[in-house]
């Protein structure tokens, strides 16, 4: 079975500065790793994936993730937010073999003119 | 529509009846799930269909849910005898392939629950 743990439930930062949204995961086996966004009252889209090969992963709206094996984790960074960036970021995990896709908790990012 | 269609978009009802969520997926889409996302939760899986099949029951909370799906398209998950804890969010997402390595999982817009 997979497990996700999301360390922060909120995350403030103000306009254009830089923000780390943390993700680490647990699995017996190789895994699938997402990001998921959630913009105010819409569904969830995604935003990157890492599925095998560069650890560092590029999304949309220039967001990027480091998948990083002996720390389990799944980092989401962006080197400078803006107003749209804010909304609810999901890290799910896959693992090979699996059929679901298991869900963090979400971490809110909000973002201060 | 191009995207996964969920109705209806808020249901209010009164605890003790009963309820039923419709999704209808991304045309060719084979696999199917449903979520419940509760307020400062995350997502929790309830249930998985590949074609007509759910080979994934495990997170359906209790006996009074259930899901079926038909003709490997609209799938329903019925909700009986509602409590108060069952308001939530319920997403509905499809994907193309049966935990294919793409494993993207494309989402409805949800069916807010509310129950009095």
């Known amino acids: 079975a997979q497990s996700v743990t999301q360390l922060d439930s909120q995350v403030p930062v103000f306009e254009e500065a830089p923000v780390e949204l943390r993700c680490n995961y647990s699995s017996s086996v190789s895994v699938y790793l997402f990001w998921y966004v959630q913009y105010p009252n819409q569904g969830l889209q995604l935003l990157l994936k890492?599925?095998?090969?560069?650890?560092l992963v590029k999304g949309i709206n220039g967001f990027e993730a480091e998948f990083n094996k002996s720390q389990t984790s799944f980092h989401l960074r962006k080197p400078s937010v803006h107003i749209s960036d804010t909304a609810e970021y999901f890290c799910a995990v896959r693992g090979q073999g699996a059929q679901k896709l298991v869900f963090g908790q979400g971490t809110r990012l909000t973002i201060n003119p | 529509g191009a995207g996964v269609s969920q109705s209806p978009s808020n249901k209010v009802t009164e605890k003790g009846k009963d309820v039923e969520l419709r999704c209808d997926p991304i045309s060719g889409h084979t696999a199917l799930y449903w979520y419940r996302q509760s307020l400062g939760q995350g997502l929790e899986f309830l249930i998985y269909f590949q074609g007509n099949s759910a080979p994934d029951k495990s997170g359906l909370p209790s006996d009074r849910f259930s899901a079926e799906r038909t003709g490997g398209s609209v799938s329903t998950l019925t909700i009986q005898r509602t409590q108060q804890e069952d308001s939530a969010v319920y997403l509905c997402a499809s994907s193309l392939f049966q935990g294919g390595a793409t494993g993207e999982l494309f989402f409805g817009e949800g069916s807010r629950l509310t129950v009095l």
């Open positions: 890492y599925l095998s090969g560069s650890t």
